[in-house]
């Protein structure tokens, strides 16, 4: 059975984890040039700006990565606390209401049935979670380029701090109200 304090714990855990996430990315934007090139005979400046875009690129794409990551072992302590099982999408999809949703919608609804559920009027942050978890997908299925995730009018690191801040913000209002 789940405890107040597991519950605590769980997700002070998955809060470091993205600290620490939050500290790559911030390592990302500090460091953008590199010695690198030199002692491999690149010179050009224009493509020293090319190839530390592209790598930057695939370091945010990885890092989305494993931010939901950190958000699915979460839910998946929580769940294996709970239920004292591992969580089984497979099995929970032969439930007629589970056939058309994701691991995450599921995983989130067999929570929400023991009292672990976002609190009153936050609601919305799990769709926006199920979004996060799309944009996931979209990188792996589109050569794990993070350019194809980004909307018009923003920019790589405004893409990646909405998503950041979704995370933190889901994780944040996740509670656990079972009754006395």
């Known amino acids: ?3 107040k304090e597991d519950f605590k714990k769980v997700k002070k855990q998955a809060k470091l984890e993205i600290a620490l996430l939050e500290q790559e990315y911030q390592d ?9 090139y030199e002692q491999y005979g690149i010179g050009d400046k224009e493509e020293t700006v090319e190839l530390t ?11 989305v990565i494993e931010l939901c990551a950190i958000m699915e072992q979460m839910l998946n302590q929580l769940y294996k606390h709970v239920y004292q099982k591992k969580f089984n999408s497979t099995q929970l ?3 007629p209401a589970y056939r058309a949703r994701s691991n995450m919608e599921i995983i989130q609804a067999e929570l929400s049935k023991e009292f672990i559920a976002l609190e009153s009027e936050k609601e919305h942050f799990a769709e926006a979670l199920s979004l996060v978890f799309q944009t996931r997908n979209k990188l792996v299925h589109e050569n794990f380029s993070f350019v194809t995730i980004v909307k018009d009018g923003t920019n790589e690191e405004e893409t990646f701090e909405a998503l950041l801040h979704t ?3 889901y994780r944040k ?6 009754p006395e």
Do not use: E, F, G
Not at 28 to 33: E, G, M, Y
């Open 1 to 3: 059975m789940l405890t």
């Open 93 to 95: 999809m032969k439930t």
């Open 173 to 178: 209002h996740l509670k656990y109200n079972r």
């Open 53 to 63: 875009r592209k790598r930057k690129n695939r370091r945010y794409a990885s890092l």
């Open 28 to 36: 990302i934007l500090q460091n953008v040039d590199s010695t690198l």
């Open 167 to 169: 995370v933190k913000k």
